[in-house]
């Protein structure tokens, strides 16, 4: 019974992977395209939340400050 199951969801898996696998190469290079079928495949949240703010200006420094922490870390 274990080795029924586990070739039927083997072969199920590999169906899935093909399944994908046809999606993601017809997104050729449409990179918009591409992320829409990822986002799909997630089950992302569609809502964007951005921080909140009453002044332009402190928020533009705290973007300032979080990309001048990761800069070192990306170069690296």
């Known amino acids: ?19 994908y ?20 495949l997630m089950v992302c949240n569609s809502t964007v939340n951005l921080p909140q703010f009453t002044s332009t200006e402190p928020l533009a420094k705290k973007f300032n400050n979080f990309f001048m922490r990761k800069t070192p870390t990306i170069r690296n």
Do not use: A
């Open 1 to 19: 019974m274990y080795r029924k199951l586990s070739k039927k969801m083997h072969v199920q898996l590999i169906e899935e992977k093909s399944f």
């Open 21 to 40: 696998f046809t999606k993601i190469k017809e997104c050729g290079k449409n990179q918009n395209q591409f992320f829409k079928l990822t986002r799909n």
